[in-house]
């Protein structure tokens, strides 16, 4: 009887041990199944910030495009020029070609800007980018004038895209 005292409180402490070894190994393997998922988590809430952005860029491009009321590229650049004040330096609109897209057209024209200084120019970029209308700049030169270096010429292709 005397070894069967002393053999229990001995297995009692063993299995003890036993059972904190075990949860330790779960603890720390819930713990890194925690840090993993914590990752995924982060992970996910950067994808859906970036849809976010992309959604609301393409409502945008959505919302421009219903808008649209203009009939050509000629008129979107006269609506374009005429609301900031710079119909007069414009010398030249000449369009270039129309294509048919998958549910849109694109129309494209050649606008000749003379002596345009470099705020105008500005302006000018800044009412394309913000029109009630899809508009692209698709390539732009500038040249200075021969009388002053302050104003610019201005040749560049600029894009209607309008729903079909």
Same mark, same amino acid.
């Given at each position: 009887m005397k070894g069967k005292k002393g053999f229990l409180p001995a297995a009692a402490a063993v299995a003890l041990v036993l059972i904190? !070894? =075990? *949860?330790l #190994?779960?603890? !720390?393997s819930l713990d890194r199944e925690m840090k993993s998922l914590m990752l995924k +988590? +982060?992970?996910l809430n950067q994808i859906r910030d970036e849809? %976010? =952005?992309l959604s609301m860029a393409v409502n945008a491009v959505e919302a421009k495009r219903s808008l649209s009321k203009v009939q050509g590229i =000629? +008129?979107?650049? $006269?609506e374009v020029f005429q609301s900031i004040g710079l119909k007069q330096k414009v010398k030249s609109i000449k369009p270039l070609s129309t294509r $048919? *897209?998958?549910?849109?057209? &694109? &129309? $494209?024209a050649e606008i000749i800007l003379e002596k345009v200084d470099m705020n105008e %120019? =500005? #302006?000018v970029f800044h009412k394309i980018e913000n029109a009630p209308m899809i508009l692209a700049v698709k390539g732009a030169v500038l040249k200075t004038t021969f $009388? @002053? @270096?302050?104003? *610019?010429n201005v040749t560049f292709t600029l894009s209607l895209i309008k729903p079909k």
């Amino acid at each position: 009887m005397k070894g069967k005292k002393g053999f229990l409180p001995a297995a009692a402490a063993v299995a003890l041990v036993l059972i904190s !070894i =075990v *949860l330790l #190994n779960y603890s !720390i393997s819930l713990d890194r199944e925690m840090k993993s998922l914590m990752l995924k +988590q +982060q992970e996910l809430n950067q994808i859906r910030d970036e849809y %976010l =952005v992309l959604s609301m860029a393409v409502n945008a491009v959505e919302a421009k495009r219903s808008l649209s009321k203009v009939q050509g590229i =000629v +008129q979107a650049v $006269d609506e374009v020029f005429q609301s900031i004040g710079l119909k007069q330096k414009v010398k030249s609109i000449k369009p270039l070609s129309t294509r $048919d *897209l998958k549910d849109s057209v &694109e &129309e $494209d024209a050649e606008i000749i800007l003379e002596k345009v200084d470099m705020n105008e %120019l =500005v #302006n000018v970029f800044h009412k394309i980018e913000n029109a009630p209308m899809i508009l692209a700049v698709k390539g732009a030169v500038l040249k200075t004038t021969f $009388d @002053t @270096t302050e104003r *610019l010429n201005v040749t560049f292709t600029l894009s209607l895209i309008k729903p079909k």
